[in-house]
């Protein structure tokens, strides 16, 4: 079973830089790698920002050019380096993978970013 876990959120400033990670156990015989990362803000809906299919990238609007996502498969690890923070990113990041049709989460890290 694919496990996930999130860490590296965290309190900023505006302006500031955070790495988050997605430590992923049981992730093996998938396929095409598939990992997420999305976030969820205080009274909205949890939304996408940025996808690593394969070796393929992909950002949402509101992030590109500021956040980069990578994977160490040796350590089986998923980040995302974000830079430029700004207050509209705090939300609860969460990594997602996708396993053969099936989708798994983690519980999420919070990342607060004060003006």
């Known amino acids: 079973q694919v496990q996930l876990q999130e860490s590296g959120g965290g309190s900023v400033q505006a302006g500031g830089s955070l790495r988050l990670s997605c430590a992923t156990s049981?992730?093996?015989?998938?396929?095409?790698?598939?990992m997420s990362w999305y976030r969820q803000a205080p009274g909205k809906e949890r939304e996408f920002v940025s996808r690593l299919y394969s070796a393929s990238t992909t950002y949402a609007d509101s992030v590109k050019g500021r956040f980069t996502i990578s994977a160490d498969n040796a350590k089986n690890m998923l980040y995302l380096q974000m830079n430029s923070l700004q207050p509209e990113d705090t939300a609860m990041y969460y990594c997602?993978?996708?396993?053969?049709?099936?989708?798994?989460w983690g519980q999420g890290t919070q990342v607060t970013v004060s003006s």
């Open positions: 049981g992730y093996t015989d998938c396929g095409y790698r598939d």
């Open positions: 997602k993978a996708g396993c053969l049709g099936t989708m798994y």
